[in-house]
């Protein structure tokens, strides 16, 4: 995704910058939820209107959803804005 290498899920931390989500997001943005500092549950893209889309677990089923969806079925209590820190890119 964005060009990351491939990564561990404990690694988010060295690949990722993650900032406070805005409340306006363009499409393709990159957002992350999670309960903690450095707790990560979920990754999704931005689509626009109100939607997202990510895949299910690892190698599930592609889902659209909406924001709040995204925090209610991850049990996520914040979301990120997340970006590739340059050092990660390919």
Same mark, same amino acid.
């Given at each position: 995704?964005?060009?990351?290498?491939?990564?561990?899920?404990?690694?988010?931390?060295?690949?990722?910058?993650?900032?406070?989500?805005?409340?306006? &997001?363009?499409?393709?943005?990159?957002?992350?939820? !999670?309960?903690? %500092?450095?707790?990560? #549950?979920?990754?999704?893209?931005?689509?626009?209107?109100? &939607?997202?889309?990510?895949?299910?677990?690892?190698? !599930?089923?592609? %889902?659209?959803?909406? #924001?709040?969806?995204?925090?209610?079925?991850?049990?996520?209590?914040?979301?990120?804005?997340?970006?590739?820190?340059?050092?990660?890119?390919?």
């Amino acid at each position: 995704m964005k060009g990351v290498k491939v990564h561990k899920v404990p690694y988010m931390i060295a690949f990722w910058e993650r900032n406070k989500k805005p409340r306006r &997001l363009i499409p393709g943005s990159i957002v992350f939820y !999670g309960s903690g %500092e450095t707790q990560f #549950h979920h990754a999704a893209i931005y689509l626009g209107a109100g &939607l997202y889309i990510s895949v299910y677990g690892a190698g !599930g089923d592609l %889902e659209v959803a909406t #924001h709040r969806n995204m925090l209610r079925d991850y049990r996520a209590k914040h979301a990120s804005l997340a970006n590739p820190l340059k050092d990660s890119l390919l």
